[in-house]
């Protein structure tokens, strides 16, 4: 019985083994077969890729390609592909079973998210190559699909199958660097850089993250991200307002390069590199070519509002020599007003004037002078626009200066307004009833035109004091007479005395100005008599990572004055 048994045993034991034999063949074709079906599918979708960049790589254009009407070439090869139907080829096969009919399909295996993932992208890449999606779009998502690739490397699904890589992986990291590259290349018809530079807001608000706000301008976008962002502040430094926008770039274009120096990409990838290679050869020679923005001349500071600048230029400057308008009128400036000058500029106004069409207002004078210069040589530079009622046609002068108190460096000019020919070049003054006067050359009017009742005052400042005192017009004498008693007001260096003064003191004040201050502290005390500072609250951010910073300084309002401006001294 237990010879029966054991061979009844061994028997089905050699039937369990036949058995399994045979599954285990099966199994293994059945194994086989999915690794097939599976390197089929990825195959399919790698080859979508490779028709894709093989197009690519043999259209290049020639390094001499012209634009083709205004657009660059390299912007055109980029934009071709969006006629290839990759998108839709990529859907069927993501969206056939492997098992319909004879065709490769994508569905149920590893490479069906790869699939998907290279759908996502040409979606997105051609939203933004077609002109419906932005940048500030785009980068974000090529920087997620290019980390999301990258985190797949090495990993496996919940099978335990090895994730197929996205396609166009190299694709992306090229776009990533040429969506600026085609922005650079497009304004390269422009020959002038910076005359383009309102165009490149877009990028510099995705390169440094700093959004603009709702209809800001360029010129205040350019102020802010100057202020408040901590790399471009040492950048900005000193550098004046109008040449700021130039030196944000260079930093901006010094990363391009440097991100299509780093550009590596896969074997099948060459052309990307290639190109990557071009440009970055030409955002090399657009470096070259920019030149360190400086100022030129040295403006004096002032708290004025910011702008006022539009009339006819006439410039002071130690390098450049002495302008009015387009006209030279001497090689170079060495702090005095050339004997000449009067002359030449009366000759220039007379041009303008006498030119038909002539958009530029010849009877305002912009009047640039370096902030180091003597109080008298302003007087002598503005004293040459004052004709005689036959000749004269300039009525204002602006004074322009530069607001350094709020680090803006932005130009502001203060007007003065000419009197009238028929009127006294001279005003004297005193502060006692039967002292000396001292006699001035009046220069003109400036500040806002007061109506109805209103104070007067004497403001006398020297280089080592400031005082004032009550005035009065007395109509039968005809002269002007002091009231009260005088106040001291300091010494220019501290002008904490005199900012109370005037913040309880408004009305008609006349400045009796010493030719021996300097053009900068002239014009920085005429200022304060002018306008006062106020704080300026910058919002940097948007939503809930929004933050307030405050500026000091950052607006000016006008103070209720009118001020009579003569300068004493020569």
Not at 140 to 151: R, V, Y
Not at 444 to 449: I, N, Q, V
Not at 496 to 522: C, N, P, R
Request: hydrophobic share 35%.
């Amino acid at each position: 019985m237990n010879l029966i048994s054991t061979s009844r045993i061994a028997g089905a034991l050699a039937l369990v083994t036949l058995v399994a034999g045979c599954d285990m063949g099966l199994q293994e074709k059945l194994d086989q077969q999915k690794a097939e079906r599976y390197a089929a599918a990825q195959a399919a979708v790698v080859g979508v890729e490779t028709e894709r960049t093989n197009q690519l790589a043999s259209s290049v254009p020639a390094a001499d390609a012209k634009f083709e009407g205004n657009e660059h070439p390299l912007v055109t090869w980029r934009k071709q592909i969006l006629a290839r139907d990759d998108e839709k080829t990529l859907d069927q096969l993501s969206h056939r079973a492997e098992w319909e009919g004879d065709k490769v399909g994508a569905k149920g295996t590893p490479a069906q998210l790869a699939a998907d993932q290279g759908i996502s992208y040409l979606k997105e890449a051609s939203s933004y190559w077609d002109g419906s999606s932005s940048l500030d779009r785009y980068i974000p998502f090529l920087d997620t699909f290019i980390k999301d690739a990258e985190a797949q490397k090495g990993k496996t699904d919940k099978d335990g199958n090895p994730l197929v890589p996205p396609p166009f992986l190299d694709e992306a990291r090229f776009d990533r660097v040429f969506a600026f590259a085609a922005r650079f290349l497009q304004l390269t018809k422009i020959e002038s850089r910076d005359a383009v530079l309102p165009n490149v807001q877009a990028d510099w608000e995705v390169v440094f993250d700093f959004p603009s706000h709702s209809r800001e301008s360029f010129s205040d976008y350019v102020s802010r991200i100057c202020f408040a962002h901590e790399q471009l502040k040492a950048v900005c430094g000193n550098i004046p307002h109008e040449y700021r926008a130039a030196a944000i770039d260079r930093p901006y274009l010094e990363l391009l390069k440097k991100q299509a120096d780093e550009f590596k990409a896969g074997d099948k990838g060459q052309v990307y590199a290639d190109v990557m290679k071009r440009f970055s050869e030409a955002v090399g020679n657009a470096l070259k070519d920019q030149p360190t923005p400086t100022e030129e001349p040295v403006l004096p500071s002032t708290i004025a509002a910011a702008g006022g600048i539009s009339g006819v230029r006439t410039v002071f400057s130690p390098k450049a020599g002495v302008y009015v308008g387009t006209d030279k009128v001497a090689d170079s400036f060495s702090g005095t007003v050339p004997s000449d000058f009067a002359t030449a500029a009366q000759k220039s106004i007379d041009t303008l004037k006498s030119t038909p069409g002539v958009r530029v207002n010849y009877e305002r004078v912009v009047l640039e002078m370096p902030g180091d210069v003597k109080v008298g040589e302003v007087r002598d530079a503005i004293s040459a626009f004052m004709g005689t009622e036959e000749t004269a046609v300039v009525k204002q002068i602006a004074l322009v200066g530069r607001r350094r108190a709020d680090q803006s460096m932005r130009q502001a000019a203060m007007d003065l307004k000419l009197p009238h020919p028929k009127t006294s070049r001279t005003r004297s003054y005193s502060f006692t009833a039967d002292g000396p006067k001292t006699s001035c050359s009046l220069m003109g009017f400036m500040g806002e035109a007061l109506i109805g009742e209103k104070k007067d005052y004497y403001l006398e400042i020297t280089p080592s004091s400031i005082r004032a005192i009550g005035a009065n017009y007395d109509g039968e004498k005809k002269e002007w007479e002091t009231t009260g008693e005088a106040i001291d007001l300091g010494t220019p260096a501290d002008t904490s005395k005199l900012e109370a003064w005037l913040k309880d003191h408004t009305g008609e004040i006349q400045i009796f100005l010493s030719q021996s201050f300097s053009y900068d502290d002239g014009m920085g005390l005429i200022s304060h008599v002018l306008f006062q500072c106020k704080d300026e609250e910058l919002t940097i951010g948007q939503g809930k990572t929004a933050t307030t910073l405050v500026r000091p300084c950052g607006k000016s309002e006008s103070r209720e004055n009118t001020v009579i401006l003569a300068i004493c001294g020569g």
